[in-house]
């Protein structure tokens, strides 16, 4: 399927969700390696917003554009781990242009609005979907580390369930492209800057347990980020360490976008289905993991969330 697309389009765009994580930029710098690999007569372009400054060891990285040129029309635009449209930010107007659209994803909240999907819920990564399209031969080590990026960060190094055997085996067939995983696990997952490091500290200390122990949350605002010296794509790992906690079924982390404005991130354990929860407020996600944007004091989020996680934890 994107072997034909592929070879019916001269220009081709590749866009990616707003704060692109490792799936994110895994799976476009992956996708765009492969096209450049292999289809020499292409020409293909990669949009995405800044990403995390550890991701730029992937070299085609440095391709990666953050405006869109006035009036270009790509013959095929590629979206890659993004949920809906609204997601694709910047970069909407080419995917609006473009003559024909392409969606590879994995969240279960994706209605199909491009022309044509491959989707698969419960796919660990919208990486090994890419995989899945490619023929394994062609993909060179600069593909191979990318996908594999994107496996690392999407299954918490195959720590989650959505790690299944197939990803296993995806992961042993990149490895042996003759990449270096545990580097790429170490340097892009595990380091923290010290910055980082005090902001999760801070994180933790401020979290409070509610709704019987089941639900942990923080909040970090505007003006602590600002004295600590971060940014957005700083607090990637702060829910995933809060949902860590004993006796914890839902773990709820937010930071303020713009006054009395948060992006929320949600994760959960196992019996709390956090795509609904965020989906009730115009977000999306995976049942364990699912974001949204919401405005309103840091209290009104918790208590508008709270409302849905605890009608999910009353059927149990
Ligand atoms: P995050 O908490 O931002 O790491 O996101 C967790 C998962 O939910 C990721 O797969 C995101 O792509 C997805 N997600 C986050 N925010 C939204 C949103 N506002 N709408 C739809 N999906 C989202
Ligand atoms: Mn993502
Ligand atoms: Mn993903």
Same mark, same amino acid.
């Given at each position: 399927m994107l072997n034909k697309m592929l070879k019916d389009a001269v220009t081709i765009a590749i866009g990616g969700h707003i704060r692109p994580d490792g799936d994110c930029v895994g799976s476009c710098i992956g996708?765009? =390696?492969?096209i450049k690999d292999n289809y020499k007569d292409k020409k293909a372009d990669v949009y995405l917003e800044?990403? @995390?400054?550890?991701?730029?060891?992937?070299? +085609?990285?440095?391709?990666?554009?953050?405006?869109? @040129?006035?009036?270009? !029309?790509?013959d095929l635009f590629i979206c890659l781990d993004c949920g809906d449209k609204g997601r694709l930010g910047f970069s909407a @107007?080419?995917?609006?242009? %473009? /003559?024909?659209?392409f969606c590879i994803d994995h969240h279960i909240s994706n209605k199909g609005f491009a022309s044509d999907s491959y989707v698969v819920p419960d796919a660990s990564s919208t990486c090994e979907l890419v995989y899945q399209l490619l023929d394994e031969e062609k993909i060179s080590p600069q593909t191979a580390e990318a996908l594999y990026l994107g496996i690392?960060?999407?299954? $918490?190094?195959? =720590?989650?369930?959505? %790690?299944? @055997?197939? !990803?296993?085996?995806?992961? %042993? /067939?990149?490895?042996? /492209?003759?990449?270096? $995983? +545990?580097?790429?696990?170490?340097?892009?997952f595990y380091e923290k800057t010290y910055a980082q490091n005090q902001i999760l500290g801070r994180a933790l200390l401020e979290s409070i347990l509610f709704m019987d122990k089941k639900c942990i949350a923080t909040y970090i605002t505007k003006k602590t980020m600002d004295f600590y010296g971060v940014v957005p794509k700083d607090l990637e790992g702060i829910v995933s360490q809060l949902r860590?906690?004993? $006796?914890?079924?839902v773990a709820i982390f937010m930071y303020e976008l713009e006054k009395n404005v948060y992006k929320v991130s949600l994760r959960s354990k196992e019996n709390v289905d956090v795509c609904k929860v965020a989906g009730y407020f115009g977000g999306g996600g995976h049942k364990r993991a699912a974001g949204l944007t919401m405005a309103g004091t840091c209290y009104d989020?918790?208590?508008?969330?709270?409302? =849905?996680?605890? %009608? =999910?934890?009353?059927e149990v």
């Open positions: 996708l765009y =390696q492969y800044e990403i @995390p400054d550890s991701f730029h060891f992937l070299k +085609p990285a440095d391709v990666i554009r953050h405006e869109i @040129p006035a009036d270009v !029309t790509y @107007p080419l995917f609006d242009r %473009a /003559k024909r659209t690392v960060h999407d299954t $918490g190094v195959f =720590q989650y369930s959505c %790690a299944e @055997p197939s !990803t296993f085996r995806m992961a %042993a /067939k990149l490895l042996e /492209k003759g990449i270096d $995983g +545990p580097r790429i696990i170490q340097e892009t860590l906690t004993k $006796g914890v079924e989020v918790i208590n508008n969330l709270s409302g =849905q996680i605890e %009608a =999910q934890l009353d």
